[in-house]
């Protein structure tokens, strides 16, 4: 058995995923490294693109084990960003590996839940910034980036084991903008203290916090679905009467949901492959902020 097919187990052994050291993986990146250096000293494409490729899903899975104990600890910001980098670098990864019906690496896993994780957070807005690029370099040979003469390298290819990046040297902000889908998502537009300068984070995090409470493991599958349903009016007694109602229909509360057994609001239903622990309730609704 050759070093590859070694490291090719340690990627696949995703029951041991949990038990990964800081120094094993440091020593498969060791490997991996050796091996690319070979690879490219005899101008072998081919396994230098599968070395960066193992070093990429190596990357990802244990980004997503960061990503995971981060929602587990509550540290939900953290966990947005590390979800982020993932989807990055999957999409990176995936146009050049493709993975099989058993998706030994749990590739598609990651993916999927990444996805589902994404789209249960409560950012809505984002700082958007806007540049002009003046100067770009091309990471692999750093010849600067020009539309009449190219360097000859593909943005997003492999070379010698290194993915081909535009790298910005030089530009200018022409303005900042805010907006509910940025090309990166990092920048979540968080409330400021007035006394103290300090950003806020009043989100609501109500529903990662019912899922991940259901959830044993990274790998435990699970499924959601939107649907409405009434939320109890206990969850909206800030709310006056002549108020708008809380469905968002635009007509007052006292004509609206609060003739009904509640407040017609999304709400989202959680399905466990693993059955999760006996004393998770049955139904999870969001914490309403007394002014909204």
């Not at 800081?22 to 005899?42: C, G, Y």
């Not at 003469?149 to 030089?170: A, R, S, V």
């Not at 968080?190 to 259901?214: A, C, H, I, Q, V």
Request: hydrophobic share 30%; proline share 6%; charged share 25%.
């Amino acid at each position: 058995m050759n070093d590859l097919d070694s490291i090719q187990i340690y990627l696949i052994d995703f029951e041991n995923w949990m038990s990964r050291g800081d120094e094993s993986n440091a020593h498969i990146f060791s490997i991996l490294k050796s091996i690319k250096s070979d690879a490219v000293a005899h101008d072998n494409q081919q396994s230098a693109k599968l070395v960066w490729c193992f070093e990429k899903i190596l990357e990802i899975q244990n980004k997503y084990l960061n990503a995971f104990g981060q929602l587990k600890s509550g540290k939900f910001y953290h966990g947005w960003c590390t979800l982020e980098r993932i989807d990055i670098e999957l999409n990176s990864l995936l146009r050049h590996f493709e993975t099989n019906e058993d998706d030994i690496y749990k590739l598609r896993l990651i993916q999927k839940h990444t996805k589902q994780f994404q789209s249960l957070f409560p950012y809505k807005l984002f700082i958007s910034p806007a540049y002009l690029h003046l100067e770009k370099k091309c990471s692999i040979c750093g010849q600067p980036v020009l539309i009449r003469h190219p360097c000859g390298h593909i943005k997003g290819e492999i070379y010698n084991g290194e993915e081909c990046l535009h790298e910005i040297t030089k530009y200018e902000v022409l303005e900042v903008s805010v907006v509910p889908n940025p090309m990166q998502k990092y920048s979540v537009l968080f409330p400021t203290n007035s006394e103290t300068n300090e950003r806020t984070d009043n989100f609501d995090y109500s529903l990662l916090e019912y899922l991940m409470k259901g959830l044993g493991t990274p790998f435990d599958g699970w499924d959601m679905e939107w649907t409405k349903r009434r939320h109890p009016h206990s969850s909206y007694e800030h709310i006056g009467k002549d108020d708008d109602c809380p469905c968002d229909s635009g007509k007052k509360y006292k004509n609206c949901c609060l003739k009904n057994s509640g407040v017609l609001r999304p709400h989202v239903e959680f399905s466990f492959h693993v059955p999760p622990p006996k004393d998770l309730p049955r139904n999870s609704y969001p914490k309403i902020a007394p002014h909204g």
